[in-house]
């Protein structure tokens, strides 16, 4: 009997349609599918504390702390020989902003190996880069220092100039901080060799530290009455410099992903994870790109994310479990926006900047 012509419609006997292969077919499509399990809306609290602008935010500012009261303790405004305190002023905050800033993420995601990789190359990079930026910084900044005064011929009793020589001299302290802030987001990038983190880090950090200190001289101006030493503002300044920091480097990182999964059931439901490499490793090894722990189906290379050109595709690594797109087992399968990805109890929402 010849072969149908492709013009000609498909045509199915009812023999066709209730044959034994048929249901044999359906049948094994239904005992490899898997019922997506009920996922319960995460309250915003929770979503909020697993946000980058949050935790990367506390953390900038908590680093920034911490380099303060290492370094307060050795300041003497009254005394001189102290000079060599306020050039480890900048690489010291850079390197605990740094510290903090590459930790935060491993600690958020319980991965202890990342968390002391990345601390410990940006608490490095932060102090030498800084050693290295307060050449720069300080020469801008005693140059717009001179103008300020130059231009107003005088200072008022706090030793700042006045009128239009204080915006100038804000300006150049916030420039300098910009410059000297840029090493404290380099580490993250660095020690996971990836070049798009190391942007947003230089960037969110240039712009971060421009806007703290856009504050620092403010707010030395509000507690100056209060605190005539200056421990207390160089405190509260350093500190929103760091908090600054990190608040930038989570805006400019969910401002620049293309591609990223929220967890919706997991230990860690509501966190994001961008897709910031190719291929990305889903995984329970903690070198996995995406850590999922606590999830004894999920192996330690799981399935990997392909970015082919802006279309993301999943690919299952031969895993016991599988790997299931909207409940559906998938070897190899191209993602949308709003696909949901079940690895064992693990429940992760794909998304694309571009269906936003």
């Known amino acids: 009997m010849p072969p149908p012509s492709p013009h000609e419609p498909l045509r199915l006997s009812e023999h066709d349609l209730f044959a034994p292969s048929v249901d044999a077919f359906l049948d094994e499509q239904a005992m490899a599918s898997r019922a997506m399990p009920e996922v319960e809306p995460q309250p915003w609290i929770l979503r909020f504390f697993y946000s980058s602008y949050f935790y990367?935010?506390?953390?900038?500012?908590l680093g920034a702390m911490v380099a303060w009261m290492m370094i307060e303790p050795f300041i003497n405004e009254s005394q001189r020989g102290t000079m060599w305190i306020g050039l480890?002023?900048?690489?010291?905050?850079?390197?605990?902003?740094?510290?903090?800033?590459?930790?935060?993420?491993?600690v958020m995601c319980r991965n202890l190996e990342r968390a002391l990789i990345c601390g410990s190359v940006s608490l490095a990079t932060g102090f030498l880069g800084g050693l290295v930026a307060i050449f720069p910084a300080g020469i801008f900044f005693v140059i717009m220092q001179r103008i300020a005064v130059g231009v107003t011929g005088q200072e008022d009793p706090e030793g700042l100039p006045q009128g239009l020589g204080l915006a100038i001299f804000i300006m150049g302290r916030a420039a300098a901080w910009a410059v000297a802030a840029l090493p404290a987001g380099l580490g993250q990038g660095l020690a996971l060799r990836e070049p798009k983190i190391v942007i947003n880090g230089i960037l969110g950090a240039v712009l971060g530290g421009l806007c703290g200190g856009l504050l620092f001289d403010p707010i030395y101006l509000v507690f100056s009455r209060?605190?005539?030493?200056?421990?207390?503002?160089r405190g509260v300044g350093l500190t929103i410099i760091g908090l600054s920091v990190g608040l930038l480097v989570g805006i400019v990182e969910q401002w620049?992903?293309?591609?990223w999964l929220l967890m919706k059931a997991g230990p860690l439901a509501g966190k994001q994870f961008v897709v910031f490499r190719n291929p990305t490793v889903l995984g329970s090894s903690p070198k996995a790109d995406i850590y999922l722990f606590k999830d004894e189906a999920i192996e330690p290379r799981h399935a990997l994310i392909h970015d082919r050109?802006?279309?993301?595709?999943?690919?299952?690594?031969?895993?016991?479990?599988?790997t299931y797109v909207n409940g559906i087992p998938v070897h190899r399968q191209i993602l949308h926006a709003g696909d949901q990805i079940v690895l064992g109890k693990t429940v992760l929402v794909f998304e694309l900047k571009e269906s936003r």
């Open 226 to 233: 209060d605190d005539p030493d200056g421990w207390l503002s």
């Open 309 to 322: 050109g802006g279309r993301y595709e999943i690919e299952d690594l031969k895993s016991a479990d599988g």
């Open 256 to 259: 620049t992903k293309s591609a």
């Open 88 to 106: 480890l002023l900048f690489p010291t905050v850079a390197a605990f902003t740094g510290l903090f800033l590459g930790a935060a993420e491993g």
């Open 56 to 61: 990367l935010s506390l953390a900038g500012g």
